[in-house]
């Protein structure tokens, strides 16, 4: 009689801390941090970037040396061939950077060497609104580097291209 008792009250105890349990580790599970967004802006790598379409190159001067392309996604391409500013929601620039290589085929020429960096910028106003409705992202070898670096992406952008939404690249034709 006592056991049974004993049971009854036991088992939804057991079951109930076991949903608890379940429930805890799930919410902390989805705010953990991801390791391979970017801090301030939680902006990570779009997924099929590479083959996305070319909006112009770009090339810097030593020390930093590199030569570099800006790509675009549809909703951002569709924005440049249009001319309209600002950029819709949805619109994701992704600029490649590489160290700049003499040919070894033919001197002249100048190539791409080691990849530096891949740096993204995604226009989402409703979760941005504090950066222009741009969130910024800076990566190396896949991984997003450190807040430092990603609390100096605004103020250029912002000082330097406020007429064109904050973006530099221009549609090469
Ligand atoms: C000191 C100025 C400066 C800072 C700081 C800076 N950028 Fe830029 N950014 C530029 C310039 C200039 C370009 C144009 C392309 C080029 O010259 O490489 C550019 C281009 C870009 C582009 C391509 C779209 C566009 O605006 O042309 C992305 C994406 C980008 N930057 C992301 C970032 C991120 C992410 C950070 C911070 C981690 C950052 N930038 C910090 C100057 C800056």
Redesign the pocket.
């Known amino acids: 009689m006592r056991l049974a008792f004993l049971g009854a009250v036991a088992v939804p105890i057991v079951v109930f801390g076991i949903a608890a349990y379940a429930a805890v580790s799930q919410s902390t599970a989805t705010a953990a941090p991801d390791q391979n967004a970017s801090p301030i802006y939680g902006v990570t790598i779009p997924d099929g970037y590479r083959d996305w379409k070319f909006v112009a190159p770009?090339q810097?001067a030593p020390p930093l040396d590199e030569l570099?392309a800006?790509l675009g996604n549809d909703i951002a391409i569709d924005a440049y061939k249009s001319g309209k500013l600002p950029f819709p929601d949805g619109s994701i620039?992704?600029?490649l950077?590489y160290k700049r290589m003499q040919s070894t085929e033919f001197p002249p020429a100048t190539v791409p060497g080691t990849p530096t960096t891949v740096?993204?910028?995604v226009k989402d106003s409703k979760k941005y609104p504090d950066s222009h409705g741009w969130g910024?992202?800076?990566f190396i070898d896949g991984k997003p580097?450190d807040i430092a670096?990603?609390e100096?992406?605004l103020?250029?952008?912002t000082e330097?291209?406020k007429d064109h939404d904050?973006?530099?690249?221009r549609y090469a034709p």
């Open positions: 770009a810097e570099r800006v620039l992704v600029k950077a740096q993204v910028m910024f992202g800076r580097v670096q990603h100096t992406c103020a250029c952008h330097r291209v904050y973006v530099f690249t």
